[in-house]
């Protein structure tokens, strides 16, 4: 995810743009750019690190002009350099553009559109740029139409052309893109927080819609050249809701992110006919992939619990004997690697000194070390020989969210790529991949239960102690849904194998107690049942996560949240959000401070 904005009107772009990014630097930070034109050239500066370091380029520049976009970037394509930063030209300098998003087939428009160009960066942003360049014959507003007609992804866009320098041209598809409409001047970002302190008249644009903004006004039509009538809107957020996007914490627009940012996790790495999922950035041959005798999982905190389900995934679907460590404990434990081991470094940050101290261990006995991340240019990232961006995008909250389901979206995708080597057919690997390809609408059905819970939520905040059960697949979950509990609400809980109840927990039961347990139907229904029903006799207050559809749930528990049915490993991608969004209402309830709870750090960056 990145950060976009443009100004047109009277006024010195510069301090509005570069003011303008501050706001969004919560979109990505790790460099950042601006062009601003005088009417008739653009001056473009770019620098690698936080807007301050743009500042500071900018500073002894005298850059004037009254027309002019930048961006801050969050690196998806390509490493954490200038070259990649954006504003990006094409081969000539008349013509910039700043791009959010993922243009899925920009190998294809490289070599069908791009003969002979010659391409400055590793983005697939400048791959659109040269595409505009190709179409561009007087009119940027249908050079860029053309162009987009030909592009798969996503793009929330703004783009300047020297030869028509009062003019903006501004696309959507995918990523938000919004214009505020002020008095002889307009501007464009990527949310409101940019623009508040000069307007708040604003209009949404909607996917498939390219805005042209000039001094002479606002045409807006769509991908086919349908003029779109849009009435502005009056905001009334203050700068920090709009970062959130109106949601109350970072941690809930999180929540909410996960449909959106999971599509952008299996975003062109699987191939639905062929039932098989191509992570491009494992960096392996054939015979290396047929070596893996044995993987290792190495994380820390939730993304531990995610490593926990790739273990069953990898197990189930590709029959190699996974282990998962938590970082802090692998190398005090005398692992045995050898060369035929494969090791993962799970890691949102990329930066968790435990996970990096395991991961060196590991590779100092020579395992295959790779990574699954989500900062581009992290630690990890460079210190793997390899491995696979999550594209989570920016995740603020400590608790994460976003970032554990795409982890696991990227788990169950190497899970089919080595389950395709052997054991796996191609029917169930076509079968896994439809199913996923279903996640993001049944994750919404789940969003869509957010008030119901805080309900629930409100009912056992003052518990002492909670428990979560759950059985195979769901056994990780429940151990997440009680870290989210632990970490944001600060209510002590654990998570147990249901089956592990009689052989000592059930002393804990009672009317005092409370007990969420996950109940959905898999081939260990009836087993979950009984434990359930173990946990009822018992008199503890039971909520129960269970399949839409099973009736029988709201005899057994005080309160049922019901979560769609997919395939058995798909189902922490859904089972999970019921409990993230529990523990958010419990510690909102609690008056806890969700974004940044106490004792916690987002990235623990010493052991
Ligand atoms: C902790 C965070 O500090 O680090 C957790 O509070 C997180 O939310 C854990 O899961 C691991 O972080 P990372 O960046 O390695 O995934």
Redesign the pocket.
């Given at each position: 995810m990145c950060g976009i904005i443009g100004y047109i009107g009277k006024k010195q772009a510069l301090p509005i743009l570069i003011n303008g990014l501050r706001r969004l630097e919560y979109r990505g930070y790790d460099s950042a750019g601006v062009a601003v034109s005088d009417g008739k050239k653009f001056t473009k500066i770019k620098a690698v690190g936080k807007i301050e370091k743009l500042a500071e380029k900018l500073k002894p520049l005298d850059l004037n002009g009254s027309v002019g976009i930048a961006h801050t970037r969050w690196a998806t394509h390509g490493g954490v350099t200038e070259a990649n930063a954006h504003p990006h030209s094409a081969c000539a300098d008349d013509l910039v553009i700043a791009h959010n998003g993922i243009i899925e087939n920009y190998r294809e428009l490289k070599e069908k559109f791009l003969k002979g160009h010659e391409l400055k960066s590793e983005t697939d942003t400048e791959i659109l740029a040269h595409l505009i360049e190709v179409f561009y014959k007087g009119n940027l507003t249908e050079a860029v139409r053309t162009a987009l007609k030909e592009v798969r992804g996503t793009y929330g866009l703004a783009a300047m052309h020297s030869d028509e320098p009062d003019k903006l041209v501004a696309a959507r598809f995918g990523s938000p893109l919004v214009i505020g409409v002020g008095d002889g001047e307009y501007f464009l970002a990527s949310d409101t927080s940019p623009m508040l302190a000069h307007t708040k008249e604003v209009i949404f644009l909607d996917d498939g819609e390219i805005a042209e903004i000039s001094l002479s006004g606002l045409k807006i039509s769509s991908l086919d050249s349908k003029n779109i009538t849009k009435y502005s809107e009056t905001i009334d957020w203050d700068e920090a809701s709009a970062q959130k996007q109106g949601y109350e914490h970072f941690m809930l627009k999180e929540i909410f992110d996960q449909p959106a940012v999971f599509k952008d996790a299996i975003r062109g790495r699987y191939n639905l006919t062929e039932g098989t999922a191509h992570l491009g950035g494992l960096n392996m041959t054939s015979e290396q992939m047929h070596s893996v005798s044995r993987v290792i999982l190495l994380?820390?905190?939730?993304?531990s619990y995610a490593a926990l389900v790739g273990k069953y995934a990898l197990e189930r679907l590709a029959g190699i004997p996974t282990e998962v460590d938590v970082g802090s404990e692998f190398r005090y434990r005398d692992p045995i690697i050898d060369r035929n081991t494969l090791v993962f470094g799970i890691?949102?940050?990329g930066e968790?000194a435990d996970?990096l101290a395991a991961l060196r261990e590991a590779k100092r006995k020579g395992a295959f070390v790779r990574g699954i991340v989500n900062v581009i240019g992290s630690t990890l990232a460079r210190e793997t020989d390899g491995g696979t961006y999550m594209h989570a995008g920016p995740e603020l909250a400590?608790?994460?969210t976003k970032?554990y389901t795409n982890m696991v979206a990227v788990l169950i995708l190497y899970a089919i790529q080595f389950g395709r080597l052997n054991r796996l057919t191609q029917a169930t690997g076509e079968r896994l991949i439809a199913a996923l390809l279903e996640i993001p609408t049944k994750m919404k059905e789940v969003l869509a239960q957010s008030e119901r819970i805080k309900t629930i939520a409100e009912k056992y905040k003052d518990s002492v102690g909670m428990l979560f059960l759950g059985r195979g697949i769901n056994y990780p979950v429940a151990l997440e849904g009680s870290h989210k509990l632990k970490?944001i609400s600060y209510i002590h809980s654990e998570a147990y194998p249901a089956g592990e109840m009689k052989h000592g927990a059930n002393a804990l039961l009672g009317p005092h107690f409370p007990v969420v347990a996950i109940m959905t139907k898999n081939q260990l229904y009836e087993k979950m049942r009984s434990s359930v029903e173990e946990v009822r006799a018992r008199k503890s207050p039971l909520i129960l996560i269970a399949t839409v559809g099973d009736e029988s749930a709201r005899e057994l528990a005080d309160d049922v949240i019901y979560v769609p049915p997919t395939m058995e490993l798909l189902e922490p991608l859904l089972n999970t959000i019921p409990l993230q969004l529990f523990a958010y209402h419990t510690a909102v309830a609690l008056g806890r401070d969700v974004d940044r709870p106490r004792n916690?750090?987002?990235?623990?960056t010493v052991e």
């Open positions: 994380a820390c905190g939730t993304a890691t949102q940050s968790t996970t400590v608790a994460s970032a970490e916690l750090a987002k990235s623990v």
